[in-house]
T-cell receptor
Framework: EADIYQTPRYLVIGTGKKITLECSQTMGHDKMYWYQQDPGMELHLIHYSYGVNSTEKGDLSSESTVSRIRTEHFPLTLESARPSHTSQYLC?????????????FGPGTRLTVL | QKEVEQNSGPLSVPEGAIASLNCTYSDRVSQSFFWYRQYSGKSPELIMSIYSNGDKEDGRFTAQLNKASQYVSLLIRDSQPSDSATYLCAVTKYTGRRALTFGSGTRLQVQP
């Protein structure tokens, strides 16, 4: 079973607030990812990281930013939340060797911006 | 054309039957293939991974991969009402970022 944690699980916040979504994993995985999923829709990659001090933007344009200062921690920040940011945010990680590539997901954060 | 295509369903099967879920992908360099199960409001849960052509069985689940046809499927034997969920097909490539590209999912309903 994957040990990947996300907090908060649910967040309701007003427009203009700064928020940070936390993601931590205890498996020592080098690669970590953030996906965004609207209800009933596909998951889309918004950020990824190969390791410490390595972050890249994904396929779906996002106003969020991420950092990777420690292997186990990959937080996502929105400087000024807007209603268009309302969505579910899913963090994932993988060891990603040449023969195995499985990604494991955290429980997700459901964000609502009023 | 989407990179990963799935029939959105719903696919309805009676309890105890075999559910067959299908997925096609467009990029021939795709190398790793996964099936995730997602219950409503929850995060995806990995149920099968397959990396080479052929069948891979794990309990009631069998994944089938045909790289020549760019096709991957999931069979669920002895379907149970608890199997009712959305099943997501996902692929990665060995080059680059190795992130998952997901299909839109097939909703499975198992009727008691």
């Amino acid at each position: 079973e994957a040990d990947i944690y996300q907090t908060p699980r649910y967040l309701v916040i007003g427009t203009g607030k700064k928020i940070t979504l936390e993601c931590s994993q205890t498996m020592g995985h080098d690669k970590m990812y953030w996906y965004q999923q609207d209800p009933g829709m596909e998951l889309h990659l918004i950020h990824y990281s190969y390791g410490v001090n390595s972050t890249e933007k994904g396929d779906l344009s996002s106003e969020s930013t991420v950092s990777r200062i420690r292997t186990e921690h990959f937080p996502l920040t929105l400087e000024s939340a807007r209603p268009s940011h309302t969505s579910q945010y899913l963090c994932a990680s993988t060891e990603s060797s040449e023969v195995r590539d499985e990604q494991f997901f955290g429980p997700g954060t459901r964000l609502t911006v009023l | 054309q989407k990179e990963v295509e799935q029939n959105s369903g719903p696919l309805s099967v009676p309890e105890g039957a075999i559910a067959s879920l299908n997925c096609t992908y467009s990029d021939r360099v795709s190398q790793s293939f996964f099936w995730y199960r997602q219950y409503s409001g929850k995060s995806p849960e990995l149920i099968m991974s397959i990396y080479s052509n052929g069948d891979k069985e794990d309990g009631r689940f069998t994944a089938q991969l045909n790289k020549a046809s760019q096709y991957v499927s999931l069979l669920i034997r002895d379907s149970q009402p608890s199997d009712s969920a959305t099943y997501l097909c996902a692929v990665t490539k060995y080059t680059g970022r190795r992130a998952l590209t997901f299909g839109s999912g097939t909703r499975l309903q198992v009727q008691p």
